[in-house]
């Protein structure tokens, strides 16, 4: 097992709970949320299934059945997910032992919630009427529909009300996890190469699976995005059906972020989108945030304003192909053609800050403030005339702000006389617009470091590509 060493941690408190517990698991698709259960419980359950892929009524059933007959059933196929219920306690009633846990896995949960078909109902009365009982009894459910799993089992307002005991979000791997995974298959790759990896395929472990010992990052990026019969090509939109039952409203929502790496507001989204501003406008952002797709992030003034919050596209994959792959490609070897075009420059730019966004404890670690409060946000100047912004600031309980500056290079950054003074000027109008009375200090994170010259001075702290790698606990 790679990473997860909290959720198993988690896992693991929860099983030793001595109490019934009721465990949601989710996150976006292919993060790995069945592999882990898996790995925790070596497979051994009292009851498992998993639903049906664009399964009906019927072959839902039948699948539960079949998970039914796993564990002595032999009678005749229910014909409604009440009776299905009745038949499951029934049977683990007769199979449980005292002093062991009873684990039940229901993975792919939202298969099995058919239109009119009664399941969550259903659910729900095994869970109040009979599991919640017995304090040997701990269930899991798992699902990729990130938004139904929230709706109607994280937020049910109906009789699994308040009855979830734990819910898990189980998030992409970081820097550290990934570059692990790429061990464990044989991928002896350098730092900057899992970092260029990483911005394209994200800490996604089924994506990274697909790796091979004697790739380059070049041949495969060509060779998962642009070959012929590009394995990650389809992925996208089989990510999103995957995720919501109408993904429409998510990929226009995702369209109009594409258009502007520094966020855009909910008003903002709205016009781009000519959607109505209304509560499902409001759980489409959710959602999108709870898949790790988007964040919500606030931007300094005087003060920090609700209402002044952004929305930023940052799942690594999704931003890789809304750049790439948007429109046809029919060059099999696109990327390696296009390696230091402006284009392919420009995304590695943006690319890194929004790693360096995914890795704000590893930056806090490094410069050595891991351990005292520390609120992060951004800023956009309202006067400045070319709009000067900051996409990261470390405002410290110490009364010091960290001006973040970050760069990507494949080598160590040089800042000249024109550099300097833009970054002079940036930090005098965030000063002054903002008002702040704490100490602001400009630091770098690149990723080889600073080169030394007349103007590096003004760079009080660094963090490099190295120290975003770092396994932070």
């Known amino acids: 097992m790679i990473g997860r060493t909290h959720e198993l941690a988690d896992l693991k408190s929860y099983y030793d709970s001595g109490r019934a517990e009721f465990v949601a698991l989710y996150g976006r698709r292919r993060v790995g949320k069945t592999y882990l259960v898996n790995e925790f419980f070596n497979l051994r359950y009292d009851f498992y299934i998993t639903g049906v892929i664009d399964g009906d009524k019927s072959e839902q059933i039948a699948a539960f059945t079949k998970g039914l007959r796993n564990?002595?059933?032999?009678?005749?196929?229910?014909?409604?997910?009440?009776?299905?219920?009745?038949?499951?306690?029934?049977?683990?009633?007769?199979?449980?032992?005292?002093?062991?846990?009873?684990?039940?896995?229901?993975?792919?949960?939202?298969?099995?919630?058919?239109?009119?078909?009664?399941?969550?109902?259903?659910?729900?009365?095994?869970?109040?009427?009979?599991?919640?009982?017995?304090?040997?009894?701990?269930?899991?459910?798992?699902?990729?529909?990130?938004?139904?799993?929230?709706?109607?089992?994280?937020?049910?307002?109906?009789?699994?009300?308040?009855?979830?005991?734990?819910?898990?979000?189980?998030?992409?791997?970081?820097?550290?996890?990934?570059?692990?995974?790429?061990?464990?298959?044989?991928?002896?790759?350098?730092?900057?190469?899992?970092?260029?990896?990483?911005?394209?395929?994200?800490?996604?472990?089924?994506?990274?699976?697909?790796?091979?010992?004697?790739?380059?990052?070049?041949?495969?990026?060509?060779?998962?995005?642009?070959?012929?019969?590009?394995?990650?090509?389809?992925?996208?939109?089989?990510?999103?059906?995957?995720?919501?039952?109408?993904?429409?409203?998510?990929?226009?929502?995702?369209?109009?972020?594409?258009?502007?790496?520094?966020?855009?507001?909910?008003?903002?989204?709205?016009?781009?989108?000519?959607?109505?501003?209304?509560?499902?406008?409001?759980?489409?952002?959710t959602n999108l945030i709870k898949c790790d797709f988007i964040r919500y992030y606030f931007v300094k003034n005087t003060k920090i304003k609700k209402n002044d919050g952004f929305y930023q596209l940052t799942d690594m994959f999704v931003i890789f192909y809304s750049t790439f792959l948007t429109r046809p490609v029919t060059e099999d070897h696109f990327w390696s053609m296009h390696i230091n075009t402006p284009q392919v420059n420009s995304w590695y730019g943006l690319s890194f800050e929004r790693v360096c966004l995914l890795h704000i404890p590893q930056i806090k670690n490094a410069l050595g403030i891991d351990r005292i409060g520390v609120e992060y946000y951004s800023w956009r100047s309202k006067e400045s005339a070319k709009g000067a912004q900051i996409d990261l600031l470390l405002e410290r309980a110490d009364r010091i702000i960290n001006l973040c500056e970050m760069k990507y290079s494949t080598s160590e950054i040089t800042i000249d006389k024109d550099e300097d003074l833009k970054l002079r000027n940036r930090q005098n109008a965030f000063v002054t617009e903002t008002k702040t009375r704490y100490a602001v200090v400009p630091i770098l994170v690149s990723t080889y470091g600073l080169k030394t010259n007349t103007y590096s001075g003004g760079i009080y702290q660094q963090v490099t590509m190295d120290d975003l790698f770092k396994d932070i606990k």
């Open 71 to 285: 564990i002595g059933y032999t009678g005749r196929v229910p014909q409604k997910w009440m009776d299905a219920f009745f038949l499951l306690e029934d049977i683990l009633e007769k199979n449980m032992r005292e002093g062991k846990r009873c684990v039940i896995f229901i993975d792919e949960l939202p298969c099995f919630d058919t239109p009119k078909a009664g399941f969550v109902k259903a659910l729900g009365h095994f869970w109040n009427s009979w599991a919640q009982q017995r304090k040997n009894v701990m269930l899991i459910v798992c699902g990729s529909a990130t938004s139904w799993m929230i709706k109607n089992i994280i937020d049910n307002h109906g009789g699994l009300h308040d009855r979830i005991t734990h819910e898990m979000h189980l998030h992409p791997f970081n820097l550290y996890e990934t570059e692990q995974m790429l061990l464990s298959r044989d991928v002896h790759w350098d730092k900057l190469s899992i970092l260029q990896i990483f911005m394209a395929l994200g800490g996604i472990p089924y994506y990274l699976e697909m790796l091979k010992p004697t790739d380059s990052v070049v041949s495969a990026i060509d060779r998962l995005f642009f070959g012929r019969d590009a394995t990650m090509v389809n992925e996208y939109d089989r990510l999103f059906k995957s995720l919501f039952k109408d993904p429409t409203p998510y990929l226009e929502i995702i369209r109009a972020l594409a258009r502007d790496k520094q966020g855009i507001t909910r008003e903002e989204i709205l016009k781009r989108t000519s959607m109505t501003d209304n509560g499902h406008f409001s759980e489409y952002l």
